[in-house]
């Protein structure tokens, strides 16, 4: 069973290193590029793991 998590970041290169590292794994992932609409997420829905990219928010 696969571990669900949210990455809120809109840095590709972030998300070109942590896509795969994390898939390796067993995490899939949801991504949001803002801050607004992975809130929405949070509300909506459980995840087993939250990163949030804090540079750009």
Known sequence: MNLDSLVISGDA???????PALEKVSVDLQV???SRSGNDLLAK???DGVIIDCDDL
């Open 32 to 34: 949001c590029a803002e």
């Open 45 to 47: 829905r459980k995840f």
């Open 13 to 19: 290169a972030l998300l070109g290193v942590l896509r």
